[in-house]
């Protein structure tokens, strides 16, 4: 029998009767150990078996029957039988394991008290490599795990001891835990424009997965490495773009173990913003050539458009690049001014970057001219008409020229000819040329416009010769 298993009852008979004797049974035990004690008379009753050792135990029973009738006891034969005690087996714990997919697990060797002992298990999630059930020992393998989910197999080890009747003792459960390599999927390239904010999720096809990263260029804006998704604005101190490369990698951590996967690299483009120089305003005449205009920045590559919102002056609306000199027009009597504006824009990995617009004017200043100014005939000694010189263009400058002084008029001066006494002592009509000429100033700017001439003529004053005397 087991230990702490019951025995079957024994009960003891002999072919030797008699109507009046009385026929008992005296047995011994040699190994009092089993739980029977080391003597007794009459049957043995069935009794739990005790074996607290590590080997099976052996009880001698030997049994004799004696018969008493009329005072006379008469002892017959002996016999003799064995009853057996197995031990209890045992299995000591073993530890749990936890493993990743593709791993060898550590080789599992049973131990216990009873030699002898056969370790039966069984493993009730086959997924992980190993079989549904075994004998001894189980031997290092491949741990494997096809799943996105750890998978755990629960392993019941139960220790057998065999001795005619196979004793089983205390089952023990111990788990190997098969983790599954974590992925992380692949991430495209960014490029984006300095003061960006950047973000990026990390996603992978394992729950739970951690993604741990590196960058390669902390002048980026992102630090050199760091846990998790990215969140942060970009930056960009140069006048090139900047790529910082992005190293991820996934791991996987449950009971304790910690599974590293492949990683996957992207990387982040920073472009510069653009720049535009500030740009001087020009001042010219109608009908006079500009001076070019170079566009120049911080960044090379840079693309300067530009709008001009005043096309009078013979600029076109809009344009690309710079801008080459050009005859400005002012069709009108009045200054024309286009405000231009520029743009600058850097194109670099697919992505425009916009830097802040400047302006500047070109001013078209008009072209000045003098109204027709009607030439006056005046005696000697009488007052002229002053003259008021008017042209189309308000703010105008008129100068003047006198050819003929002797009339009474300087040789020149600036807007009105003011009315003067006329003078001719001569004989014969004097006459003068005025010659108006027109300016207009603008800017820092004059600009010469046409002239006009008029006449002043002077006749002289008439005389009545005296005639020759009579003698009366």
Same mark, same amino acid.
């Given at each position: 029998?087991?230990?702490?298993?019951?025995?079957?009852?024994?009960?003891?008979?002999?072919?030797?009767?008699?109507?009046?004797?009385?026929?008992?049974?005296?047995?011994?035990?040699?190994?009092?150990?089993?739980?029977?004690?080391?003597?007794?008379?009459?049957?043995?009753?069935?009794?739990?078996?005790v074996n607290t050792g590590v080997s099976p135990v052996t009880a001698i029973i030997t049994v004799t029957a004696v018969y008493t009738n009329a005072g006379i006891t008469c002892t017959g034969?002996?016999?003799?039988?064995?009853?057996?005690?197995?031990?209890?087996?045992?299995?000591?714990?073993?530890?749990?394991?936890?493993?990743?997919?593709?791993?060898?697990?550590?080789?599992?060797?049973?131990?216990?008290?009873?030699?002898?002992?056969?370790?039966?298990?069984?493993?009730?999630?086959?997924?992980?490599?190993?079989?549904?059930?075994?004998?001894?020992?189980?031997?290092?393998?491949?741990?494997?795990?096809?799943?996105?989910?750890?998978?755990?197999?629960?392993?019941?080890?139960?220790?057998?001891?065999?001795?005619?009747?196979?004793?089983? #003792?205390?089952?023990? /459960?111990? $788990? *190997?835990? @098969? !983790?599954? %390599?974590?992925?992380? =999927?692949? &991430?495209? +390239?960014?490029?984006?424009?300095?003061?960006?904010?950047?973000?990026?999720?990390?996603?992978?096809?394992?729950?739970?997965?951690?993604?741990?990263?590196?960058?390669?260029?902390?002048?980026?804006?992102?630090?050199?490495?760091?846990?998790?998704?990215?969140?942060?604005?970009?930056?960009?101190?140069?006048?090139?773009?900047?790529?910082?490369?992005?190293?991820?990698?996934?791991?996987?951590?449950?009971?304790?173990?910690?599974?590293? #996967?492949?990683?996957? /690299?992207? $990387? *982040?483009? @920073? !472009?510069? %913003?653009?720049?535009? =120089?500030? &740009?001087? +305003?020009?001042v010219v005449c109608n009908n006079t050539a500009t001076a070019a205009v170079n566009f120049t920045g911080a960044v090379a590559g840079t693309v300067y458009s530009w709008t001009n919102n005043?096309?009078?002056?013979?600029?076109?609306?809009?344009?690309?690049?710079?801008?080459?000199?050009?005859?400005?027009?002012?069709?009108?009597?009045?200054?024309?001014?286009?405000?231009?504006?520029?743009?600058?824009?850097?194109?670099?990995?697919?992505?425009?970057?916009?830097?802040?617009?400047? $302006?500047?004017?070109?001013?078209?200043?008009?072209?000045?001219?003098?109204?027709?100014?009607?030439?006056?005939?005046?005696?000697?000694?009488?007052?002229?008409?002053?003259?008021?010189?008017?042209?189309?263009?308000?703010?105008?400058?008129?100068?003047?020229?006198?050819?003929?002084?002797?009339?009474?008029?300087?040789?020149?001066?600036?807007?009105?000819?003011?009315?003067?006494?006329?003078?001719?002592?001569?004989?014969?009509?004097?006459?003068?040329?005025?010659?108006?000429?027109?300016?207009?100033?603008?800017?820092?700017?004059?600009?010469?416009?046409?002239?006009?001439?008029?006449?002043?003529?002077?006749?002289?004053?008439?005389?009545?010769?005296?005639?020759?005397?009579?003698?009366?």
């Open positions: 029998v087991c230990n702490g298993t019951p025995t079957a009852a024994i009960n003891f008979s002999s072919p030797t009767t008699g109507p009046t004797g009385a026929l008992t049974f005296q047995w011994t035990n040699s190994a009092p150990s089993i739980g029977l004690a080391a003597n007794g008379t009459g049957n043995i009753p069935s009794f739990t078996a034969n002996s016999q003799s039988f064995t009853i057996v005690v197995n031990p209890t087996p045992t299995v000591n714990p073993v530890a749990n394991q936890v493993l990743c997919n593709g791993s060898n697990t550590a080789a599992v060797n049973f131990t216990g008290s009873v030699p002898g002992t056969i370790y039966n298990w069984t493993n009730n999630n086959t997924s992980i490599g190993l079989a549904a059930a075994g004998a001894g020992n189980i031997a290092s393998f491949v741990a494997t795990n096809a799943t996105n989910v750890a998978q755990t197999a629960t392993i019941t080890v139960t220790p057998n001891f065999s001795n005619t009747v196979t004793c089983a #003792g205390t089952p023990i /459960t111990f $788990t *190997i835990t @098969v !983790n599954p %390599i974590p992925t992380v =999927n692949p &991430v495209a +390239n960014q490029t984006v424009c300095a003061g960006t904010t950047v973000t990026q999720a990390f996603t992978g096809t394992v729950a739970g997965t951690v993604y741990s990263w590196t960058n390669s260029n902390t002048a980026i804006g992102l630090a050199a490495s760091g846990t998790g998704n990215l969140n942060f604005v970009s930056t960009n101190a140069t006048g090139a773009p900047l790529t910082g490369t992005i190293t991820v990698t996934p791991s996987y951590t449950n009971a304790g173990g910690t599974c590293t #996967g492949t990683p996957t /690299t992207f $990387t *982040i483009t @920073v !472009n510069p %913003i653009p720049t535009v =120089n500030a &740009v001087s +305003n020009q005043n096309t009078s002056i013979g600029l076109a609306a809009a344009g690309t690049g710079n801008i080459a000199s050009f005859t400005a027009t002012n069709a009108t009597a009045t200054v024309q001014t286009a405000t231009i504006t520029v743009t600058p824009t850097y194109t670099n990995g697919g992505t425009t970057c916009t830097g802040t617009a400047i $302006t500047f004017t070109i001013t078209v200043n008009p072209t000045p001219s003098v109204n027709v100014i009607a030439n006056q005939t005046v005696c000697n000694g009488t007052s002229t008409t002053a003259v008021t010189i008017t042209g189309p263009v308000a703010g105008t400058v008129y100068s003047w020229t006198n050819n003929n002084t002797n009339i009474g008029l300087a040789a020149s001066g600036t807007a009105t000819v003011p009315s003067f006494t006329a003078i001719n002592t001569g004989s014969t009509p004097q006459t003068a040329t005025i010659t108006v000429t027109s300016s207009f100033t603008n800017g820092g700017i004059t600009c010469t416009g046409g002239s006009t001439t008029f006449t002043i003529t002077v006749n002289p004053t008439a005389t009545v010769n005296q005639p020759a005397g009579q003698v009366l």
